[in-house]
């Protein structure tokens, strides 16, 4: 039964995908002045299939002198670690208990920048080799400050179970009390999904395309997708951290789609970074400010608990 509901949720992630795609082209059509995709079908809803279909019947180009299994494996092995993540959907209806949720999370998205790595690596390009190099550089900088950002509301919770997030959010949002933490967590999310303005890896006015330069058919269709899965976990796991967890209501996707239209609008209005600001950012300023929050929030605990 629950790989039937899993089965279910990730062909609604895999559609939420394709029209997440549509509203991003729309978004900064509107952004750039003109009108994005609106040809096919009513107001350009059936062109993210049109691509769909365009891009896994495109033929697929191997570079000679590439490492061939690693360079095929490669955008597969980010597609499992995509579907693997939304395993942490809370559900509701105790389907199976996932007590570790956060460890869980942890481990995938640290495991994430191989999959990026061995495909630039692999690809034997120039290009996609400095791409990747920038991605394992990227991850070192903000990893460590959001495992510390995750650390002050294990804190809280006093668990790293996802539901317990909606238990302790009942009366008033993490958002209210944490709310730097707030701004450092979004912009490790970007970071983490490999957004604009930190799109260091796949840096187009640089790298012509970056880490998925020699890419094409399905294995960019794969990145592709993995990128974009990754973009709607991230808000989702952003509603339950901060924005309240109210699972039983209809305004928790709504709250999703506002964080997604977020990532979007970024994209739109925002210049990329300059790569070693990237890295004074999270060391100098994202760290400190993690762990120094983490201590007081430690200390409130520990002072409760003598109580």
């Not at 092995?77 to 869980?104: E, K, V």
């Not at 339950?240 to 997604?260: A, P, R, T």
């Not at 210049?271 to 950012?281: G, I």
């Not at 993690?290 to 608990?305: A, E, V």
Request: hydrophobic content about 55%.
């Amino acid at each position: 039964m629950f790989l039937l509901i899993y089965l279910v949720m990730i062909i609604c992630v895999l559609i939420c995908v394709s029209f997440v795609t549509l509203l991003e082209r729309k978004v900064l059509g509107y952004i750039q002045l003109r009108k994005g995709p609106n040809k096919l079908g009513l107001i350009g809803l059936l062109q993210p299939f049109s691509d769909g279909l365009k891009l896994f019947f495109k033929e697929q180009i191997i570079p000679y002198k590439s490492n061939y299994m690693i360079y095929y494996m490669s955008p597969i092995f980010l597609l499992f670690l995509s579907f693997l993540l939304w395993t942490l959907f809370p559900f509701l209806f105790n389907i199976y208990n996932f007590d570790y949720g956060i460890m869980f999370f942890m481990v995938c998205t640290g495991m994430g920048v191989y999959g990026i790595m061995l495909s630039g690596w692999s690809s034997n390009s120039n290009y996609a080799l400095l791409g990747s190099l920038r991605s394992v550089a990227q991850v070192i900088s903000y990893e460590v400050s959001m495992i510390m950002i995750m650390l002050c509301f294990i804190i809280f919770i006093i668990s790293y179970n996802l539901l317990y997030f909606m238990y302790y959010q009942h009366l008033n949002w993490f958002l209210f009390m944490c709310f730097p933490l707030f701004f450092c967590w979004m912009s490790s999310c970007l970071a983490e999904t490999n957004r604009s303005p930190f799109d260091f890896a796949e840096g187009e006015s640089e790298l012509v395309s970056g880490f998925n330069v020699e890419y094409s058919s399905g294995g960019f269709a794969f990145i592709f997708l993995s990128e974009y899965m990754n973009i709607i976990f991230m808000s989702l796991l952003t509603v339950i951290i901060f924005l309240g967890c109210d699972l039983w209501s209809l305004f928790f996707y709504v709250k999703i789609m506002l964080i997604v239209f977020w990532f979007i609008w970024v994209r739109g209005v925002l210049p990329r970074f300059r790569y070693d600001k990237l890295m004074y950012l999270t060391w100098k300023l994202f760290l400190p400010l993690s762990l120094n929050m983490f201590m007081f929030y430690l200390g409130i605990l520990i002072y409760m608990f003598n109580i």
